[in-house]
């Protein structure tokens, strides 16, 4: 029972953070939306516009509020998805080619089929450049959906979404990467690569202080930033070098931690408080150290940066990135390439992915469907694929200079998501969740 629990619960935990974390999301975007068509709309975009200095004389970077949140702030959030990916690989679903197969051929046919639809629409056009923005899912409100349906919903499916959704975002930081990169500048590329180098190094040395890592990092951040490369990719590329190893095995750590409070049992003295009785912190300050070093540094970052990223960063990023003046003739909007190829490619083009590929895998052996779970459950799975308002919002603030152009596309993310949540609940609603694969098989 034990070795199930290891993993049950951090998903637990995991699910619950970003459930959380989505209705703040949710409630930052409503109010995004409701100040930017109100008669204070001007006092919303005045406020993302106001410059913002930080650095000292000339080294400081002149950037807007709006740019330090989505160049600054978003480092973090793509350093947090970047060691959500490590763990997948290492110990995931992701860990083994089998395991893999499913999720990661779900996430290619789902982020392949919407760009292609986009970009039927838009061929031949300057809004060509927006076929990045229906490729993603996004985590956050597809497992609140899920959540809302409770035990209706095996765990294997929501172990798989998550699996879909990492493999999903791991190709949108590689679709940036690639295809949203202005003018390199190869002098700063290259004190980016020496400064990953270094990184790398401490992670060979063993070495484990966060601050190290921290430092480094904000280095690594500025070079791309001055690169060309967008600077939220240096977040991922740091996730990769933050050790995975424990410097102790759980055995040495039972013995420590046993030793430890052994000592602190010894140390009790009637009426004594523990802030007054020196045995009982060093028993304490033992047993820290014990947890500290069995605990992955890849692991301790994560739990610690989570709760930040879900309740601060993210929030505010919908906050100054949602507020989308909608004008009188939504259906002129509607009818727009832009707003239909995004629009399109997240409620038709997720469902049709996501679930041709996977039947594709299961059919020619390479894998199978999780315990418990249908084709109906997969297709509700799928359906909300179509939710794509974090990654997609990003990739439509990279991919559109022009404003015209950069509303439609985010009145198209909202509209879908909108839809593919309410589908996606309605499907899976209606679907009963066998126990047995007895039950599975006479099911489908």
């Not at 060691?83 to 690989?89: A, G, N, P, T, Y």
């Not at 939220?232 to 995975?244: E, N």
Request: net charge neutral; with cysteine.
């Amino acid at each position: 029972m034990r070795p199930v629990r290891r993993i049950i619960t951090p998903l637990e935990e995991f699910i619950h953070s970003e459930v959380s974390g989505g209705i703040v999301m949710l409630l930052a975007a409503l109010v995004a939306l409701i100040w930017a068509n109100s008669p204070w709309s001007q006092s919303y975009t005045d406020l993302w516009h106001t410059p913002l200095r930080i650095g000292v004389n000339s080294t400081a970077l002149p950037l807007t509020l709006h740019q330090w949140i989505n160049d600054g702030l978003m480092a973090i959030f793509f350093l947090v998805v970047g060691l959500e990916i490590k763990r997948e690989l290492l110990v995931g679903e992701l860990s083994s080619p089998r395991q893999a197969a499913l999720p990661v051929a779900a996430a290619c046919g789902g982020a392949i089929t919407p760009a292609l639809i986009y970009l039927a629409l838009n061929a031949g056009t300057d809004m060509v450049r927006g076929w990045g923005v229906p490729m993603a899912t996004d985590i956050a409100f597809a497992l609140g959906v899920l959540a809302l349906l409770g035990s209706r919903v095996p765990i294997g499916l929501k172990v798989f979404l998550t699996a879909l959704a990492i493999a999903d975002d791991l190709l949108a930081v590689l679709v940036i990467a690639i295809f949203y990169t202005g003018d390199l500048n190869w002098g700063a590329l290259a004190v980016g690569g020496g400064i990953l180098l270094l990184l790398l190094g401490a992670n060979l040395a063993r070495v484990s202080q966060p601050i190290v890592y921290a430092v480094l990092g904000v280095g690594l951040w500025l070079a791309f930033f001055q690169s060309g490369i967008h600077a939220t990719v240096a977040g991922v590329l740091l996730a990769m070098t933050i050790p995975a190893r424990n410097r102790i095995d759980p055995t040495e750590f039972l013995d420590r931690a046993g030793a430890a409070l052994e000592e602190f049992r010894d140390a009790c003295e009637p009426g004594r408080s523990v802030l007054s009785n020196e045995r009982h912190q060093q028993a304490l300050h033992a047993l820290r150290a014990a947890v500290e070093q069995v605990q992955p540094p890849m692991q301790r970052m994560e739990h610690a940066l989570n709760p930040w990223v879900a309740f601060l960063i993210v929030p505010l990023f919908a906050l100054a990135n949602a507020g989308v003046a909608i004008g009188g003739n939504l259906r002129d909007d509607f009818s727009s390439t832009v707003t239909l190829g995004v629009l399109l490619g997240l409620i038709i083009g997720k469902q049709i992915g996501i679930t041709a590929t996977t039947w594709l895998v299961v059919r020619t052996g390479l894998s199978k469907l999780p315990e418990g779970v249908t084709w109906r459950h997969l297709h509700g799975a799928a359906t909300l694929g179509g939710i794509g308002f974090t990654m997609a919002l990003f990739i439509a603030e990279l991919a559109f200079v022009d404003e015209t152009h950069l509303t439609m596309a985010k009145l198209g993310i909202f509209a879908a998501s909108l839809v593919s949540g309410i589908l996606g609940w309605i499907l899976l609603r209606l679907t009963p969740a066998p126990q047995t694969r007895q039950a599975i098989q006479a099911a489908d």
